[in-house]
């Protein structure tokens, strides 16, 4: 490693934490606040309650670091440019491509620590975290899970849902039985699917076992819709599911192979799976923006209009990455490809903007 590199490395980290650190404590002040009244109406303290928040530190690291690695290397190469330090890189006949190495290389590095992070730490904290939200400050008590399958207990009904898609609202494989006072057994329903409509569940495919009293035995009927009463709303069950945020990647390629073995549906959680693999790559591409963002002109004499684009640029990005995400929700993406399309979009971008600095 070069001086050069070593002392562009030595600056961008310096600018990297400090960014770093300043949005994850605005993170923790901000969603504290906020979520104030409902921490004293749940009665939790407000220890607890700061425990809950700071749990949500390693997952906003990961999703804030390839901001941080653009608004970095924007400040890093615009206070060179601003020093002529660049002009006299190239009088010395060495390419800005050079200076751009030691930028793609710790890119690759947070890229990496991105995903290790969301095989290891990622998951637990979003997990305990989730658990404090459902059960301490909503506190929601009536349901339990393994994984997708779901028990629901609402008075005298108990429904069982094999899986539940939280993107499309969707159930498949329920069984909901109905007891009465004594805990006999008063009706039994079935049905392969089914989707939430006009404040009811629309069940499909459905076997409707009833007890008849005076046959002593149960009439069955048999739909093909029927709208049902099932205790639950969406909302609750996505309170519930066990999350894309809470699972690694290996961990959600399990999962999928699973759903799909019992013939259900994962499109939502196999894009959310190659979306683990697609995000870190965008570190490199925010590094790339970034030293091509510092590199311009204006930086030198308006560093803080170039960062004011670096946020421009990273919620661009976002909303761009969003779109693409939910279109593999809809199928309208493959899955593979959902995730890919805006990081694509960027590196192509990214790289045309270097070559024109150049």
């Not at 997990?127 to 629901?152: C, F, G, H, P, V």
């Not at 709208?227 to 999928?256: H, I, N, T």
């Not at 990081?343 to 971008?349: M, S």
Request: glycine letters at 6%; a negative charge.
């Amino acid at each position: 490693m070069t001086c050069l590199h070593r002392y562009w490395l030595r600056e961008f980290l310096q600018f990297f934490v400090v960014i770093q650190a300043l949005i994850m404590a605005l993170f923790v002040i901000i969603d504290y606040l906020s979520r104030m009244d409902k921490f004293l109406k749940s009665g939790i303290s407000l220890f607890q309650a700061l425990w809950y928040v700071v749990l949500k530190l390693p997952f906003m690291f990961v999703q804030l670091t390839p901001a941080a690695i653009l608004l970095a290397a924007i400040t890093v190469f615009g206070l060179m440019n601003r020093n002529n330090e660049l002009t006299a890189v190239k009088s010395s006949g060495i390419s800005v491509y050079f200076l751009v190495k030691p930028a793609v290389g710790i890119s690759l590095l947070l890229a990496g620590v991105m995903f290790v992070l969301g095989e290891s730490l990622v998951p637990l904290s979003m997990a305990k975290s989730n658990d404090i939200r459902q059960y301490e400050i909503r506190k929601q008590n009536q349901m339990t899970q393994n994984r997708n399958d779901l028990w629901i207990r609402s008075g005298n009904r108990l429904v069982h849902i094999r899986f539940f898609d939280p993107v499309r609202k969707t159930v498949a494989g329920v069984c909901a039985t109905t007891l009465d006072d004594e805990f006999f057994l008063k009706s039994r329903i079935d049905a392969r699917s089914g989707r939430y409509e006009l404040d009811q569940w629309l069940l499909e495919d459905v076997v409707e076992q009833t007890y008849n009293p005076d046959t002593d035995d149960y009439d069955v009927t048999l739909s093909d819709m029927m709208l049902a009463d099932l205790g639950v709303v969406p909302e609750d069950l996505g309170q519930l599911v066990k999350k894309s945020d809470e699972m690694g990647f290996f961990e959600l390629k399990g999962y999928v192979e699973k759903v799909r073995d019992e013939g259900y549906d994962a499109t939502s959680y196999e894009v959310d799976m190659y979306g683990k693999i697609a995000f870190p790559f965008i570190c490199v591409i925010m590094a790339l923006t970034g030293a091509a963002a510092g590199m311009r002109s204006f930086a030198g004499t308006n560093l803080p209009a170039a960062v004011g684009l670096g946020v421009v640029i990273s919620f661009f990005y976002w909303v761009v990455y969003g779109i693409c995400m939910s279109m593999g929700y809809a199928g309208v993406l493959p899955a593979l490809l959902a995730p890919w399309v805006a990081n694509a979009a960027f590196l192509a971008g990214s790289v045309i903007f270097l070559i024109n600095t150049e």
